[in-house]
């Protein structure tokens, strides 16, 4: 039995209506739960990407990764959970402020590297950018002067190198699956 692990996907999809729903709807059919989703404009006009985490096993990776290419939409899929790749997540956190409080928030925010985005007079809003240990780690940290309210991106990724986010079509993973009817759309 393989390990489940957190799988990282970098999904080229055309930018059109419908097409995040029927994504979703593939991994809700199939039984797969998205812990991570993020999509956003590419540098191509009309394409869009997604970065999706899903906590899965080789074996069920494999099934994501054909499976997405069964969708006409999509232009590309690439697991980059073991390439060497740059993943990243956006948080901004409010937590609670008061005068005695407000110079030691400024230090904890410094220590990470993140930075203050609002001033209120009972709060403060920071902003740290960095792998999902280093935002678990602040708010940890926060979390003893009053986590008022918190909102993560989710994480995105990059393969590391020269070999741009291709966006040309990829070939579709090879079709040894166990019943053998796997059809791909392009």
């Known amino acids: 039995m393989h390990k489940a692990m957190m799988n990282t996907f970098v999904v080229y999809v055309e930018n059109k209506p419908g097409v995040l729903n029927r994504v979703a709807s593939l991994f809700r059919r199939r039984g797969f739960n998205i812990e991570s989703l993020t999509v956003g404009h590419t540098e191509k006009s009309g394409v869009s990407r997604m970065t999706m985490v899903v906590d899965t096993d080789e074996a069920g990776a494999y099934r994501v990764e054909t499976n997405l290419y069964k969708l006409v939409n999509v232009i590309s899929v690439?697991?980059?959970?073991?390439a060497p790749s740059v993943c990243r997540?956006?948080?901004?956190?409010?937590?609670?402020?008061t005068g005695d409080t407000r110079t030691q928030l400024l230090q904890v925010a410094s220590v990470f590297r993140a930075r203050v985005v609002d001033v209120a007079p009972t709060s403060l809003v920071i902003e740290i950018t960095g792998t999902e240990e280093k935002i678990d780690g602040l708010l940890?940290?926060?979390?003893?002067?009053?986590?008022?309210?918190?909102?993560?991106?989710?994480?995105?990724?990059?393969?590391?190198?020269?070999?741009?986010?291709?966006?040309?079509?990829?070939?579709?993973?090879p079709m040894d699956t166990e019943d053998g009817m796997v059809a791909f759309s392009v």
């Open 140 to 173: 940890e940290v926060l979390r003893h002067y009053g986590v008022i309210e918190m909102v993560r991106t989710g994480r995105v990724g990059m393969s590391r190198g020269s070999n741009g986010g291709a966006v040309a079509v990829a070939a579709p993973p």
């Open 78 to 82: 690439a697991n980059i959970t073991s």
């Open 89 to 97: 997540e956006l948080a901004m956190i409010k937590v609670a402020a």
